[in-house]
């Protein structure tokens, strides 16, 4: 039987860092797992985070470990 790999988010954290500009960038952090590997890390600006944009990056993870002969 196949490994369950679709992914799941497990959290997700707003942060802030300042630029070398000296402004300041408002940050997603979504935190997932693919079945029972992980746990893998999105960040994304806030200006750039949407549900599709995060689904679509776990996706190419899981995509790429479902490859890997002893994953599938």
Request: no cysteine; charged share 25%.
């Amino acid at each position: 039987m196949a490994n369950d790999l679709t992914p799941k988010v497990v959290n997700v954290v707003e942060d802030s860092r300042l630029t070398l500009a000296g402004g300041v960038e408002r940050r997603r952090r979504v935190t997932y797992m693919v079945g029972a590997f992980g746990p893998f890390t999105v960040t994304l600006l806030d200006s750039e985070f949407t549900a599709a944009r995060v689904t679509q990056e776990m996706e190419k993870v899981a995509a790429e470990l479902r490859k890997l002969p002893a994953v599938s």
